[in-house]
């Protein structure tokens, strides 16, 4: 079968065909040439195939994406054993390859599909994982981030109206045009807000959000923007 073929499969379509093949081994086993050893094989075989049918039903049950995993390795580990049996039966010369390769086929057929869609949950696995890593980092740096601004405000804010205050008493004593002072050249923002008259504690928050460059990525700020304004 192709691939592509196996791939297109659905749930429904695979629990049918784990079924018939378990029917197949156990109508093939009533065919093995009895004696002690053979009957045990024929045991191993029939339980290995049977099994495998019923742990995909499992599969198709699952709770979550880990339960999916775990009951999926269990279907691999059967029907690989069936496979396993099969070619002991044929390279003892119990039974002829005519008889064992259709039915090694197709254990050797679902093995690869089951290994397939359970790499295919475990690389999904990794992914939610990461994502969540990331979020939680993104949200704790985010936390830390507020507790910095905070921390800078009050630990600023008097000293910068202070010097708010001085700046402009001197411009009024010495009559100079706003502007001509080197410190009001060489003010940050945030200093800017309150210079020019805005000495709102929210205002200035924000101004010191939206210029920590050196702290944030700008995707997050705007949250971080928001997250301040509701601590207010």
Known sequence: MARAQLVSMTPDELKARTKKFAVDIIQFARII?????????????TDAATSTAAHYRAVCRAKSRADFINKLSGAIEEVDESALWLEILTESGTCANSKTNRLWREADELTRIFVRSRETA????????HQAAMADGVGEFGQLLLVEILARIERTGAQLVDRQHALLA?????????GHLA???????????????DHSRNSY???IVRHLSSYAARSCRSRWITSVASLM
């Open 170 to 178: 001197h411009r009024r004593q010495a009559r100079l045009p706003r």
């Open 122 to 129: 475990r690389a999904k696995q990794r992914a939610a994982k």
């Open 205 to 207: 928050v924000f101004q």
């Open 33 to 45: 040439p009895r004696d002690p050893i053979n009957d045990e094989i024929a045991s191993q075989l």
């Open 183 to 197: 410190d009001e050249r060489r003010k940050t923002t945030p200093e800017a807000a309150l210079l020019h008259g």
